[in-house]
């Protein structure tokens, strides 16, 4: 089926489908950042530090990630 084929609810379902997955998409990798950056008290600073990397890299890419699915239409 070519895209032109699809009437003009499909393509609001369709797109309302991809706005859901993309927000989910930036909820998870946010939750992710959350969960990595909760590092329990007794963890030496060799695992710390990058584990904080991790975590703030996966915050930032949520931001990004819902950032762009609202400035893409």
């Given at each position: 089926?070519?895209?032109?084929?699809?009437?003009y609810?499909?393509?609001?379902?369709?797109?309302?489908n991809?706005?859901?997955?993309?927000?989910?998409?930036?909820?998870?990798?946010?939750?992710?950042?959350?969960?990595?950056?909760?590092?329990?008290?007794?963890?030496?600073?060799?695992?710390?530090?990058?584990?904080?990397?991790?975590?703030?890299?996966?915050?930032?890419?949520?931001?990004?990630?819902?950032?762009?699915?609202?400035?893409?239409?």
């Amino acid at each position: 089926m070519v895209k032109s084929d699809l009437t003009y609810e499909q393509l609001e379902r369709r797109r309302r489908n991809v706005r859901w997955i993309v927000l989910s998409i930036a909820v998870l990798l946010t939750v992710a950042g959350c969960a990595v950056l909760a590092v329990p008290p007794e963890t030496s600073m060799d695992r710390a530090i990058p584990r904080a990397f991790v975590g703030m890299a996966l915050l930032v890419a949520g931001f990004f990630v819902a950032l762009l699915s609202r400035l893409v239409p």
